[in-house]
């Protein structure tokens, strides 16, 4: 039972380049995330999205971009990388279940933009 | 989505109830309150959620005051791997979480 999983775990990117993180889930939930936490603050909300074919921006959607083309890919590009986007990418997963639901988080994927 | 203050750090002696407090004055009536907590760089963990009812699972329990305008997450028995920054949340939709900067809990020996 893999839950969320992202890939890359690490990577390092120089200035000006572009990449995406990936990001899957097996749970068949309808509500993915990206979040990005900078050392020592909260989390922050990039894109979310309801359904494969629908995304919205979060609290900080500036400079990535992404994708949901099936209920279980969510990918996050990132295009022009700056050294600002260096922090940890988090993606998520939901589902409505009446009462409240509950998120499920993959392990992170750790950036560094030189 | 109501907006959430907490406490930035408490310190709590193992073996002993952690209380932490969360306020969320801006809370409406159909939005849940949900405690999530972070070790190290992990991802978020789940603990508990609540509407206005008390609720208690095997890791904690949720105390949200009648008028919903505040809540106190306990864990009843803290041990040392509950050291933790842990976050609470209020939102309406199945979407838009968003955390604020916790409160880091450390565990004493």
């Known amino acids: 039972n893999a839950g969320v999983t992202q890939t890359p775990k690490f990577r390092i990117l120089k200035i000006g380049q572009s990449m995406t993180l990936q990001c899957t889930q097996d749970?068949?939930?309808?509500?993915m995330y990206w979040y990005r936490q900078d050392p020592g603050m909260g989390l922050k909300l990039i894109y979310y999205?309801?359904?494969?074919?629908?995304?919205d921006k979060g609290e900080v959607p500036n400079g990535y971009n992404v994708s949901r083309s099936t209920t279980e890919d969510f990918p996050l590009r990132l295009e022009l990388a700056a050294p600002s986007q260096t922090s940890v990418y988090f993606c998520?997963?939901?589902?409505?279940?009446?009462?409240?639901?509950?998120?499920?988080f993959g392990e992170g994927s750790w950036l560094t933009v030189v | 989505d109501a907006k959430t203050t907490q406490p930035p750090s408490m310190d709590c002696a193992e073996g002993r109830a952690a209380n932490l407090p969360c306020n969320h004055s801006?809370?409406?009536?159909?939005?849940?309150v949900y405690w999530y907590r972070q070790i190290h760089s992990q991802g978020p963990q789940y603990i508990i959620h609540?509407?206005?009812n008390n609720e208690t699972n095997e890791m904690a329990s949720l105390i949200i005051t009648e008028d919903r305008k505040s809540s106190t997450l306990i864990l009843p028995h803290a041990t040392l791997r509950d050291t933790a920054v842990y976050y609470c949340?209020?939102?309406?939709?199945?979407?838009?979480?968003?955390f604020g900067t916790g409160t880091r809990l450390k565990v004493l020996a």
């Open positions: 998520a997963s939901s589902t409505w279940g009446g009462t409240g639901n509950t998120i499920y």
């Open positions: 749970m068949n939930h309808n509500y």
């Open positions: 999205s309801v359904g494969a074919g629908i995304t």
């Open positions: 801006t809370i409406s009536g159909n939005e849940y």
């Open positions: 609540g509407l206005k």
């Open positions: 949340i209020g939102t309406s939709g199945t979407y838009k979480y968003i």
